[in-house]
C-alpha cells in the first residue's frame, strides 16, 4: 500500500523545490522494502511444504521482475506518445508526466485491492492444511 502512494508525491513535484517529494518517496520506499522482505518472508513460510517452495519463490521472482522491467517500458513508450501535450485542469497544467504517475498511482492501488481476493493458506490444524513447523 505505501508503494501505491509514491506517485502521488511525484504529481505535485516542481522543478524548483523537488526535495519534499524525493524525501518523501524515500521515506515511502523504505516502509515499502521493509513490508516487501516481509511478505517474502511469508511466501516462504506459507507455501505448502511439498518440497515446492524454491518454485513459488522463483515463479514470483520471476513475475516481479516481468513487472520491475515492463512498467519502465511501456511508461517510456507513453511519454513518447503524449509528447510534448499538455491540458489545463484548475489552475493547474497536466502534462504527460502527470498523466504517468497518475496511471501509475491507478495501476498500484488496483494491484493492493487484487491482492486481498488471493485466499489465505490453510491453518495447520484444517485437514491438508500445513504439517508443524509451518506458520
Not at 524454491?54 to 517510456?76: E, K, Q, R, W
Amino acid at each position: 500500500m505505501f508503494w501505491a502512494t509514491i506517485p502521488l508525491f511525484w504529481i505535485a513535484a516542481k522543478p524548483q523545490n523537488p526535495f519534499p517529494c524525493l524525501a518523501a518517496a524515500a521515506l515511502i520506499g523504505g516502509i515499502g522494502s521493509t513490508i516487501a522482505l516481509n511478505a517474502t518472508v511469508k511466501l516462504i513460510t506459507r507455501t505448502p511444504p511439498s518440497g515446492r517452495v524454491p518454485m513459488y519463490v522463483a515463479v514470483s521472482a520471476c513475475v516481479g521482475s516481468l513487472a520491475g522491467t515492463m512498467g519502465p517500458l511501456l511508461a517510456g513508450f507513453l511519454l513518447h506518445f503524449l509528447g510534448d501535450a499538455s491540458w489545463p485542469l484548475g489552475g493547474l497544467t497536466v502534462v504527460g508526466f502527470h498523466i504517468l504517475f497518475l496511471a501509475s498511482f491507478v495501476l498500484r492501488m488496483s494491484a493492493t485491492l487484487a491482492i486481498r481476493a488471493i485466499p489465505e493458506p490453510a491453518k495447520a490444524t484444517e485437514p491438508g492444511g500445513p504439517g508443524p513447523g509451518h506458520p
